[in-house]
Antibody, heavy 112, light 112 residues
């Protein structure tokens, strides 16, 4: 059974960087699939942020392209999200996922 | 970006009632490879989203067969044949044919 688990700070100050880790168990992230970061804003709106593929290539939402980076550590079977220059508009619950499997999500608040 | 319009935004149902949710796309979701990457998710309260249907009509493993998906091109429907209490939550359509992936606005299924 594939399991994904997000970790990272729940509070980030405006203008700083948001960094999250997704730890994957039950499947090797270099074996297949695209590994995404998706966020849900207060209310129902969902946004796909981007993914890193099993080969290491990345694809980002153009709305975030200048601020986002998704990387990985294959030795730890983890992938990472970095979002720079955050504002209060980035307050959301962040999920790592591959559509058929999702982490529990981590709520991140951007506030001074 | 592809815009997915979900209706209705809220749905009130009694246990055993059959209901449908519509998802209309601003452009065709037929990929050049012949697949249509339109998926349906359910997010129950306090839980991460769960994949119900992929490729328009294919039932994810473990999902009850009271859920069914249909449609083509730009017009898609999720049907629940006999709502059960565990079906309550927010339903999303999501397309991964065109980058960036995009989500519908969500349909909240409530008990009447």
């Amino acid at each position: 059974e594939i399991q994904l688990q997000e970790s990272g700070p729940g509070l980030v100050k405006p203008s700083q960087s948001l960094s999250l880790t997704c730890s994957v168990t039950g499947y090797t992230i270099t074996s297949g699939y695209d590994w995404s970061w998706i966020r849900k804003f207060p209310g129902n709106k969902m946004e796909w942020m981007g993914y890193i593929s099993y080969s290491g290539s990345t694809n980002y939402n153009p709305s975030l392209k200048s601020r986002i980076s998704i990387t990985r550590d294959t030795s730890k079977n983890q992938f990472f999200l970095q979002l720079n220059s955050v504002t209060t508009e980035d307050t959301a619950t962040y999920y790592c996922a591959r559509l058929d499997d999702w982490g529990q999500g981590v709520m991140v608040t951007v506030s001074s | 970006d592809v815009v997915l319009t979900q209706t209705p935004p809220t749905l009130s149902a009694t246990i055993g009632q059959s209901v449908s949710i519509s998802c209309r796309s601003s452009q065709s979701l037929l990929h050049s490879n012949g697949n249509t990457y339109l998926n349906w998710l359910l997010q129950r309260p306090g839980q991460p989203p769960q994949l119900l249907i992929y490729l328009v009509s294919r039932l994810e493993s473990g999902v009850p067969n009271r859920f069914s998906g249909s449609g083509s091109g730009t017009d898609f429907t999720l049907k629940i044949s006999g709502v059960e209490a565990e079906d309550l939550g927010v339903y999303y359509c999501v397309q991964s044919t065109h980058a960036p992936w995009t989500f519908g606005g969500g349909t909240k299924l409530e008990l009447k």
